[in-house]
Protein backbone atom coordinates (compact mmCIF):
# COMPACT_ATOMS: atom_id res chain seq x y z
CA UNK A 1 0.00 0.00 0.00
CA UNK A 2 2.53 2.15 1.14
CA UNK A 3 5.14 1.39 -1.12
CA UNK A 4 2.58 1.79 -4.27
CA UNK A 5 1.53 5.44 -3.17
CA UNK A 6 5.57 5.75 -2.97
CA UNK A 7 5.86 4.96 -6.22
CA UNK A 8 3.24 6.99 -7.81
CA UNK A 9 4.54 9.81 -5.71
CA UNK A 10 8.32 9.01 -8.00
CA UNK A 11 6.22 8.61 -11.05
CA UNK A 12 4.88 12.18 -10.74
CA UNK A 13 8.13 13.67 -10.94
CA UNK A 14 8.99 12.18 -14.41
CA UNK A 15 7.86 15.30 -15.92
CA UNK A 16 10.61 17.57 -14.39
CA UNK A 17 12.73 14.58 -13.65
CA UNK A 18 13.24 13.07 -17.38
CA UNK A 19 14.30 16.03 -19.16
CA UNK A 20 16.56 16.86 -15.84
CA UNK A 21 18.01 13.57 -16.15
CA UNK A 22 18.76 13.62 -19.81
CA UNK A 23 20.57 17.19 -19.50
CA UNK A 24 22.61 15.74 -16.85
CA UNK A 25 23.49 12.83 -18.33
CA UNK A 26 24.86 14.83 -21.55
CA UNK A 27 27.42 16.58 -19.93
CA UNK A 28 28.30 13.96 -17.20
CA UNK A 29 29.49 11.92 -19.80
CA UNK A 30 31.18 14.14 -21.31
CA UNK A 31 32.97 15.00 -18.70
CA UNK A 32 34.16 11.58 -17.77
CA UNK A 33 34.64 10.13 -21.55
CA UNK A 34 38.28 11.63 -21.36
CA UNK A 35 39.08 10.18 -17.83
CA UNK A 36 38.06 6.58 -18.35
CA UNK A 37 40.45 5.65 -15.39
CA UNK A 38 38.92 8.20 -12.43
CA UNK A 39 35.27 6.84 -13.82
CA UNK A 40 36.52 2.98 -13.32
CA UNK A 41 37.74 3.66 -9.96
CA UNK A 42 34.28 5.91 -8.77
CA UNK A 43 32.19 2.98 -10.39
CA UNK A 44 34.06 0.54 -8.11
CA UNK A 45 35.90 -1.41 -10.50
CA UNK A 46 39.00 -1.67 -8.23
CA UNK A 47 37.20 -2.79 -5.34
CA UNK A 48 34.38 -5.36 -6.79
CA UNK A 49 31.83 -3.08 -5.72
CA UNK A 50 29.68 -0.46 -6.74
CA UNK A 51 31.93 2.50 -4.42
CA UNK A 52 28.88 4.65 -4.12
CA UNK A 53 26.91 2.13 -1.92
CA UNK A 54 29.58 2.15 0.46
CA UNK A 55 30.84 5.78 0.61
CA UNK A 56 27.19 6.49 1.18
CA UNK A 57 26.58 4.43 4.17
CA UNK A 58 29.71 6.46 5.63
CA UNK A 59 28.07 9.75 4.94
CA UNK A 60 24.56 9.21 6.15
CA UNK A 61 26.23 7.07 9.39
CA UNK A 62 27.85 10.08 10.39
CA UNK A 63 25.27 12.32 9.76
CA UNK A 64 23.13 9.81 11.86
CA UNK A 65 25.68 10.65 14.41
CA UNK A 66 25.10 14.46 14.50
CA UNK A 67 21.48 13.88 15.31
CA UNK A 68 22.84 11.71 18.54
CA UNK A 69 25.57 14.19 19.57
CA UNK A 70 23.22 17.20 18.86
CA UNK A 71 20.35 15.65 21.48
CA UNK A 72 22.64 14.77 24.11
CA UNK A 73 24.51 18.38 23.26
CA UNK A 74 27.98 17.23 23.13
CA UNK A 75 28.53 20.01 20.44
CA UNK A 76 32.50 19.59 19.22
CA UNK A 77 31.39 15.77 18.41
CA UNK A 78 28.39 17.08 16.34
CA UNK A 79 30.30 19.70 14.41
CA UNK A 80 32.69 16.99 13.51
CA UNK A 81 30.78 14.37 12.52
CA UNK A 82 28.60 16.58 9.83
CA UNK A 83 31.86 18.15 8.55
CA UNK A 84 33.20 14.66 8.68
CA UNK A 85 29.96 13.64 7.16
CA UNK A 86 29.85 16.25 4.37
CA UNK A 87 33.19 15.24 2.88
CA UNK A 88 32.56 11.40 2.82
CA UNK A 89 29.22 13.30 1.00
CA UNK A 90 31.25 14.60 -1.63
CA UNK A 91 32.90 11.26 -2.35
CA UNK A 92 29.15 9.82 -2.17
CA UNK A 93 28.35 12.42 -4.99
CA UNK A 94 31.33 11.60 -7.40
CA UNK A 95 30.31 7.97 -7.54
CA UNK A 96 26.86 8.48 -8.06
CA UNK A 97 27.49 10.64 -10.99
CA UNK A 98 29.50 7.96 -12.42
CA UNK A 99 27.08 5.33 -11.93
CA UNK A 100 24.34 7.71 -12.86
CA UNK A 101 25.69 8.02 -16.32
CA UNK A 102 25.61 4.45 -17.35
CA UNK A 103 22.15 4.73 -16.39
CA UNK A 104 18.74 4.78 -18.73
CA UNK A 105 15.29 4.87 -18.91
CA UNK A 106 12.90 4.82 -15.77
CA UNK A 107 16.53 3.97 -13.73
CA UNK A 108 17.56 7.61 -14.49
CA UNK A 109 14.83 8.98 -13.82
CA UNK A 110 14.02 7.93 -10.32
CA UNK A 111 17.61 8.60 -9.70
CA UNK A 112 18.05 12.34 -10.79
CA UNK A 113 15.35 12.82 -8.27
CA UNK A 114 17.32 10.85 -5.46
CA UNK A 115 20.23 13.09 -6.12
CA UNK A 116 18.73 16.11 -6.48
CA UNK A 117 17.08 15.33 -3.27
CA UNK A 118 20.58 13.85 -1.80
CA UNK A 119 21.93 17.84 -3.13
CA UNK A 120 19.25 19.53 -1.17
CA UNK A 121 19.99 17.77 1.73
CA UNK A 122 23.62 18.16 0.80
CA UNK A 123 22.87 22.46 1.28
CA UNK A 124 21.03 22.08 4.06
CA UNK A 125 23.37 20.57 5.79
CA UNK A 126 26.61 22.87 4.22
CA UNK A 127 24.74 25.90 5.74
CA UNK A 128 24.33 24.13 9.09
CA UNK A 129 28.06 23.87 9.38
CA UNK A 130 28.34 26.93 8.34
CA UNK A 131 26.00 28.63 10.79
CA UNK A 132 28.33 25.84 13.37
CA UNK A 133 31.20 27.87 12.94
CA UNK A 134 32.81 30.03 16.04
CA UNK A 135 30.79 27.85 18.13
CA UNK A 136 27.71 30.11 18.77
CA UNK A 137 25.55 29.95 22.14
CA UNK A 138 22.32 30.03 19.73
CA UNK A 139 22.63 26.40 17.40
CA UNK A 140 18.61 26.40 16.98
CA UNK A 141 18.89 27.45 13.72
CA UNK A 142 21.90 25.11 12.62
CA UNK A 143 20.02 22.15 14.63
CA UNK A 144 16.61 22.41 12.98
CA UNK A 145 18.66 22.61 9.79
CA UNK A 146 20.24 19.05 10.57
CA UNK A 147 17.31 17.61 11.49
CA UNK A 148 16.00 18.78 8.19
CA UNK A 149 18.73 17.25 6.48
CA UNK A 150 18.43 14.47 8.38
CA UNK A 151 14.72 13.70 6.87
CA UNK A 152 16.05 14.65 2.99
CA UNK A 153 18.93 11.90 3.24
CA UNK A 154 16.47 9.78 4.70
CA UNK A 155 14.18 10.24 1.20
CA UNK A 156 17.10 10.24 -0.69
CA UNK A 157 18.17 7.02 0.88
CA UNK A 158 15.33 5.75 0.06
CA UNK A 159 15.31 6.59 -3.71
CA UNK A 160 18.32 5.08 -4.06
CA UNK A 161 17.32 1.71 -2.59
CA UNK A 162 14.84 2.17 -5.33
CA UNK A 163 17.40 2.62 -8.17
CA UNK A 164 19.50 -0.21 -6.48
CA UNK A 165 17.07 -3.35 -5.22
CA UNK A 166 13.82 -2.65 -7.68
CA UNK A 167 15.37 -1.19 -11.08
CA UNK A 168 18.56 -3.47 -10.18
CA UNK A 169 21.30 -0.55 -10.90
CA UNK A 170 24.66 -1.90 -10.76
CA UNK A 171 23.81 -5.18 -9.64
CA UNK A 172 25.02 -7.75 -10.80
CA UNK A 173 23.32 -9.50 -13.75
CA UNK A 174 24.39 -13.28 -12.73
CA UNK A 175 23.49 -13.17 -9.42
CA UNK A 176 20.77 -15.67 -9.74
CA UNK A 177 21.47 -17.38 -12.58
CA UNK A 178 23.22 -20.90 -12.00
CA UNK A 179 21.70 -23.44 -9.69
CA UNK A 180 23.29 -27.12 -9.49
CA UNK A 181 26.51 -28.64 -10.88
CA UNK A 182 28.23 -27.67 -13.92
CA UNK A 183 27.54 -29.99 -16.56
CA UNK A 184 29.05 -30.43 -20.16
CA UNK A 185 26.39 -28.93 -22.45
CA UNK A 186 25.89 -29.47 -26.38
CA UNK A 187 26.72 -25.80 -28.03
CA UNK A 188 24.64 -25.45 -30.96
CA UNK A 189 26.91 -24.15 -33.32
CA UNK A 190 29.80 -26.27 -35.63
CA UNK A 191 31.79 -22.94 -36.74
CA UNK A 192 34.07 -20.66 -34.54
CA UNK A 193 36.23 -18.59 -36.50
CA UNK A 194 39.05 -17.37 -35.57
CA UNK A 195 38.76 -13.70 -33.99
CA UNK A 196 35.46 -13.46 -34.59
CA UNK A 197 32.92 -13.09 -31.93
CA UNK A 198 30.62 -15.96 -32.12
CA UNK A 199 26.90 -16.24 -30.21
CA UNK A 200 26.28 -20.10 -28.98
CA UNK A 201 23.61 -21.75 -26.88
CA UNK A 202 24.41 -24.11 -24.10
CA UNK A 203 21.48 -25.20 -22.96
CA UNK A 204 19.03 -22.08 -21.40
CA UNK A 205 22.34 -19.61 -21.33
CA UNK A 206 23.93 -17.71 -24.31
CA UNK A 207 27.23 -17.66 -24.79
CA UNK A 208 29.82 -15.50 -26.75
CA UNK A 209 33.05 -17.74 -28.21
CA UNK A 210 36.55 -16.57 -29.49
CA UNK A 211 38.64 -19.04 -31.23
CA UNK A 212 42.40 -18.34 -30.66
CA UNK A 213 44.61 -20.92 -32.43
CA UNK A 214 43.21 -24.22 -30.89
CA UNK A 215 41.74 -23.06 -27.91
CA UNK A 216 38.30 -21.42 -27.82
CA UNK A 217 37.39 -18.98 -25.21
CA UNK A 218 33.92 -18.71 -24.01
CA UNK A 219 32.22 -16.18 -21.17
CA UNK A 220 28.43 -15.77 -20.27
CA UNK A 221 27.18 -13.80 -23.42
CA UNK A 222 25.16 -11.33 -21.02
CA UNK A 223 27.33 -8.55 -19.37
CA UNK A 224 27.40 -8.50 -15.68
CA UNK A 225 26.74 -4.96 -15.68
CA UNK A 226 23.56 -4.16 -17.34
CA UNK A 227 22.73 -6.87 -19.46
CA UNK A 228 24.12 -5.69 -22.65
CA UNK A 229 25.15 -9.02 -25.93
CA UNK A 230 28.83 -9.34 -25.59
CA UNK A 231 28.46 -11.08 -28.97
CA UNK A 232 27.31 -7.72 -30.14
CA UNK A 233 30.54 -5.86 -28.99
CA UNK A 234 34.31 -6.22 -29.40
CA UNK A 235 37.77 -7.79 -29.49
CA UNK A 236 40.47 -6.01 -27.53
CA UNK A 237 43.33 -6.82 -26.32
CA UNK A 238 42.35 -10.15 -25.69
CA UNK A 239 39.04 -9.01 -24.17
CA UNK A 240 35.37 -8.74 -25.23
CA UNK A 241 34.40 -5.11 -25.01
CA UNK A 242 30.39 -4.51 -23.94
CA UNK A 243 28.29 -2.27 -27.05
CA UNK A 244 26.28 -0.47 -23.84
CA UNK A 245 28.49 1.06 -21.63
CA UNK A 246 32.43 -0.67 -23.16
CA UNK A 247 33.12 -2.84 -19.88
CA UNK A 248 35.90 -5.30 -20.87
CA UNK A 249 35.96 -8.78 -19.74
CA UNK A 250 39.47 -10.67 -20.15
CA UNK A 251 38.56 -13.58 -22.71
CA UNK A 252 40.89 -16.16 -20.82
CA UNK A 253 39.45 -15.61 -17.72
CA UNK A 254 36.26 -13.24 -17.44
CA UNK A 255 38.41 -10.97 -15.32
CA UNK A 256 36.76 -7.53 -15.48
CA UNK A 257 39.72 -5.20 -16.79
CA UNK A 258 37.29 -1.97 -17.48
CA UNK A 259 34.60 -0.78 -15.78
CA UNK A 260 31.78 0.34 -15.64
CA UNK A 261 31.16 -3.21 -14.36
CA UNK A 262 32.37 -4.12 -11.05
CA UNK A 263 31.83 -7.57 -11.91
CA UNK A 264 33.70 -10.62 -13.17
CA UNK A 265 31.71 -12.84 -15.78
CA UNK A 266 30.72 -16.11 -15.88
CA UNK A 267 33.45 -18.35 -18.34
CA UNK A 268 33.74 -21.72 -19.67
CA UNK A 269 35.46 -24.36 -20.90
CA UNK A 270 34.90 -25.83 -24.46
CA UNK A 271 35.97 -28.76 -26.27
CA UNK A 272 35.14 -30.60 -29.56
CA UNK A 273 32.18 -33.37 -28.51
CA UNK A 274 32.22 -36.60 -29.94
CA UNK A 275 30.58 -37.16 -33.46
CA UNK A 276 31.19 -33.38 -34.47
CA UNK A 277 30.49 -29.83 -33.30
CA UNK A 278 31.32 -28.75 -29.43
CA UNK A 279 30.22 -28.39 -25.80
CA UNK A 280 30.99 -26.33 -22.72
CA UNK A 281 31.45 -26.31 -19.28
CA UNK A 282 30.98 -23.87 -16.68
CA UNK A 283 34.20 -23.34 -15.30
CA UNK A 284 33.08 -19.53 -13.37
CA UNK A 285 30.51 -18.45 -11.76
CA UNK A 286 32.38 -14.92 -12.34
CA UNK A 287 31.56 -12.81 -9.25
CA UNK A 288 27.77 -14.61 -8.85
CA UNK A 289 27.10 -17.07 -5.90
CA UNK A 290 28.72 -20.61 -7.65
CA UNK A 291 25.91 -22.53 -7.27
CA UNK A 292 27.42 -25.73 -7.31
S1 LIG B 1 25.84 -3.59 -19.95
FE1 LIG B 1 26.99 -1.94 -19.18
S2 LIG B 1 28.98 -2.42 -19.82
FE2 LIG B 1 27.84 -4.11 -20.46
Known amino acids: MLSRFLTRLIDAQARWARPFGDLNHRWLSALFKPMRFLKDFLNGKWLGHPLHAVITDVAIGSFTMVVVFDLLDVRNAADIALWFGLLAFVGAVAAGFADFTDTDGRARMVATVHLSVMLLAGLVYL ?27 TIGGYLGGEVAYT ?7 HAWRFWGDATWQALNVTEVREGVLTKAKAGAQSLVLVRQGDTIHALHDVCAHAGGTLSDGFLVD ?4 CPLHQSRYELSTGHRT ?35
Open 167 to 173: LGNMVNR
Open 127 to 153: VSGLLRLGNPVDRTLPIVLEFVGYGLI
Open 258 to 292: AGPTTYDQPRYEVRAKEGGGFEALRVSSGSARPGG
Open 238 to 241: GCVE
